[in-house]
């Protein structure tokens, strides 16, 4: 008896997609790279900045693209999405990194000034989110002014003093000297407006400091002007949101806690130091958002 053996073909595969990354897959991504690099455009006001932001988050690999190109201009990214379009920030060794030193000699500031603004970008991101769920709420819009800023630092430097006079400590260093009780007198000795003929504010008081501060703030897409009331009122943008919380694990945000003006760990606002940081030292170039 013979057996009858069926055979069939077999199931024909498919061939290979190709993969392959062509030069005009190459610039778009580059082309995306360059709208995150400008952080005051909209992706609803630009039809061809949205396009590509809906590409990212629909191919993976266009998505993988972009981030490589990112990645090679030493950016990092933050988010990708319609509310913030593609939001990076600068790593440390990249040429688009703003380093704090960089910033206070484009604002003629000497030796000791330069530690007051890094001062005056830290308290604007603490006053804008001062409590961990703003922080974390993609919807909170914080708010701040020149004047409050100022009054906000003023009343955690006489709460600083009060802690010195407690302890002991020496009530009048060098105003050179490093560390949070130099930075603290030398804000609180400095005039909050002082005068000139036309009653402008002068560059180099606490107000001047973070009106310039904010300038840079609004200028690079993180705040936006809303209004002239309590010397300049501003709202936070989403991309400012991100920086801030790309920023709360690093060395910055514990500069923040020991200068007293964040929020303890329950939430609630407060000017009060947290109780382990005593011994911490705070960085000469600290500030959001610079290199140091």
């Known amino acids: 008896m013979t057996e009858h053996v069926e055979w069939s073909e077999p199931e024909a595969v498919a061939p290979p997609v190709s993969s392959a990354v062509t030069p005009a897959d190459a610039a778009d991504a580059a082309r995306l790279v360059a709208f995150g690099l400008q952080p005051k455009l909209q992706p609803a006001r630009d039809q061809e900045y949205a396009e590509l932001l809906r590409r990212y988050r629909e191919d993976p690999a266009f998505a993988r693209l972009a981030d490589a190109v990112a990645t090679g201009l030493g950016l990092v990214v933050l988010e990708v999405s319609p509310r913030a379009g593609m939001a990076v920030t600068a790593a440390e060794d990249s040429v688009f990194a703003v380093r704090m030193g960089d910033y206070a000699r484009r604002t003629s500031a000497d030796s000791g000034d330069r530690f007051l603004h890094g001062l005056a970008h830290l308290a604007v991101a603490a006053m804008a989110f001062p409590r961990p769920e703003d922080l974390a709420d993609d919807g909170y819009i914080g708010r701040v002014s020149v004047n409050g ?66 300038a840079f703030l609004t200028d690079s897409g993180f705040l936006q002007r809303t209004g002239d009331d309590g010397g300049g009122t501003y709202r936070t943008t989403a991309r400012y949101q991100l920086q801030v919380r790309d920023m709360a694990g690093s060395a910055a945000m514990a500069e923040l806690l020991e200068l007293g003006i964040v929020p303890v760990t329950d939430g609630t606002a407060s000017l009060l130091p947290a109780e382990d940081t005593e011994d911490l030292e705070l960085a000469a170039d600290a500030g959001l958002p610079f290199h140091s």
């Open 149 to 214: 800023v100022d009054a906000f630092v003023r009343q955690a430097c006489r709460r600083l003093e009060e802690q010195a006079e407690v302890h002991g400590e020496n009530t009048d260093p060098a105003t050179d000297a490093p560390g949070l009780e130099a930075a603290w007198r030398i804000w609180a000795r400095r005039s909050s407006t002082g005068a000139t003929k036309d009653a402008r504010r002068l560059a180099g008081s606490t107000t001047g400091i973070i009106g310039k501060a904010v």
